[in-house]
């Protein structure tokens, strides 16, 4: 491997870091250059190092890091292969030296002068785990605020995570087999940890970072899939089951989280799958992936198997308090997959999937506006 991807910082600190800040590096050179004047406007030099971990990327982009090198502490390393972003994050991890991970996009940046903020707020409630702060998904042409996330759970943007006392602690790392949704795979772990120490996170009411939705970005790309062309989260569910459904299954097997707590997060598991399977269908009636009811069928007979539950157990944990939950899981789901007319219920989706006592189903099954919501049509 090249001298550059040795893992050696380019300015030694005379003290341990409180950040380490990881990029994974995949042909960056039209972005970092903003996400590294960002973290230089962090005013922290002598406190933070920046991992940048490239993933085998055919551009040369020395130049700009030479730009900083002498500014801030940078590290650079490359993955054993190229593959995705989970693999490479995971990578930047190893050579972090720093009390706090925290994890950034190459063409994102974080909000001036706002990780001095959380680490105020880190010392004066003595945390030693796992923090949440607030970002922004910001138009990258206009820069108009899309939407404001305060506390979210969901994604790796403005989180903080002890280096010792959580990430190495609990075992802490990226699944490296997901294509997509490694972000969502690590809260899934780390919501584990936290029901596991019956406490929530420390929140930090401040916006740290900018979150760009650009078309080219992984999360907004076209894909192709048996020559169709589908939406990111459509194409990659089966990642999404993984990096939240098997993630719970494995923790309560394992007897580290509650058997109600499992059934509650499968619950939600199942909400967001209804939500996307909606949007799924609602844009493309007739080419959405037949196989994504596969993925949710099985996830639904494994968990009404594991906890003893049944549908009307999995409708009720998401009408409590009014239906709270399953209103603020529809909000978050139509930022992924956009405005829909329902085709079912929840419930007839539940059903529709797997009726109480009846046997895995093998084909393929869904209400149409064609037929009468008596009658399944068989879709193969």
Sequence with gaps: MEEKYSGKPSIILTHRPFFSIIVACYNPRKYLNELLISIVNQHMEDDLEVILSDDHSPENYDDIVATYDHTISIKRVQTDYNFAPGNTRERGTKVAIGEWLCFADQDDKFIPDTLSKVKKAIIENKEEIYVVSNFLQVDPKTEEVINAYYHPLGWNHAKFYNLDHCWKKYDVHFKKDLVSHEDVYISSRM????????????????????????????????????KKTYVFLERYLPDYIRSTGDVYIGEYEAGRITKQYAIETASEILGYCYFYMQGFIFNDPNNFLRVNFDWCRGQLIRVKQLYGITNVDIWNVMAEKGAQRYMQIEHTAHIGVGPYIPYFTFMEWLEILHKDGEPYPTEHVLYTNQTNKNNLEDDD
């Design 191 to 226: 919501n584990c940890i936290m029901a596991m120490n019956h406490r929530e996170p420390l929140y930090v009411d401040e916006y740290t970072y900018i979150w760009y939705t650009r078309p080219e970005s992984l999360s907004h790309r076209k894909y192709m899939k048996d």
